[in-house]
């Protein structure tokens, strides 16, 4: 299994207060990427990021941000939580070849009060 | 964007029998298809994949046909079993980015 690791497992906070989870990745991919998770809709691409500092949005973006500054870190940002962001979150990272699948972390089960 | 749509939502088949998940996309450009096994509490994992040159693959009980013209691709599971009981989500991967199915909760009955 690619060395992916997501913190915290778990988070309940309240509305409109800051979170940041972490994605951490030993496997030196190039490409990393935040999705989200809620029943009836699969996982949807929240941002990712092609190398250090580069960052592109996926199709539920807003209310998200994301930082890069080093290969192996990956950091997601609710800048003010609101209850719809309350989701499981899953980091994923790849190597960028056309074909070549992605591998997932554990994933973080936020809870927005 | 791509459109990834994953039929059925629940599948329930009886240990031994074959199981079938269909899948279909838009986007003429995307190029693989991975399908994910989800247990729960944990995050997905690849199973099988097949590139847009390809027109099936088989790995020992589970195997993926694609049609291109049709823009449809399919899971196969023979002989299941009570531990293939999971969700699982099929991909389509257009230039670097993955649009996934909804999901398909397999269950198993022994």
């Known amino acids: 299994d690619a060395g992916i690791t997501q913190s915290p497992r778990h988070k309940v906070t309240e509305t409109g207060t800051p979170v940041t989870l972490r994605c951490h990745q030993t496997?030196?991919?190039?490409?990393m990427y935040w999705y989200r998770q809620d029943p009836g809709h699969g996982l949807r691409l929240i941002h990712y990021?092609?190398?250090?500092?580069?960052?592109d949005k996926g199709e539920v973006s807003d209310g998200y941000s994301v930082s890069r500054s080093k290969t192996e870190d990956f950091l997601l940002t609710l800048e003010s939580a609101t209850s719809s962001q309350t989701s499981v979150y899953f980091c994923?990272?790849?190597?960028?070849?056309?074909?070549?699948?992605?591998?997932f972390g554990p994933g973080t089960r936020l809870t927005v009060l | 964007g791509e459109n990834v749509e994953q039929h059925p939502s629940t599948l329930s088949v009886q240990e031994g029998d074959s199981a079938v998940i269909k899948c279909t996309y838009s986007?003429?450009?995307?190029?693989?298809f991975p399908w994910y096994k989800q247990e729960l509490g944990k995050g997905p994992q690849l199973i099988i994949d097949?590139?847009?040159?390809?027109g099936e693959k088989k790995d020992q009980r589970i195997a993926v046909t694609l049609n291109k013209t049709a823009k449809h691709f399919s899971l196969h599971i023979t002989e299941t079993q009570p531990e293939d009981s999971a969700v699982y989500f099929c991909?389509?991967?257009?230039?670097?980015?993955?649009?996934f199915g909804s999901g398909t909760k397999l269950n198993v009955k022994p």
């Open positions: 994923a990272t790849g190597t960028g070849a056309s074909t070549d699948t992605q591998y």
């Open positions: 986007d003429s450009a995307s190029n693989y």
């Open positions: 097949i590139r847009s040159n390809v």
């Open positions: 990021s092609y190398g250090v500092k580069d960052t």
């Open positions: 496997e030196n991919h190039r490409y």
């Open positions: 991909a389509a991967k257009d230039f670097n980015k993955f649009y």
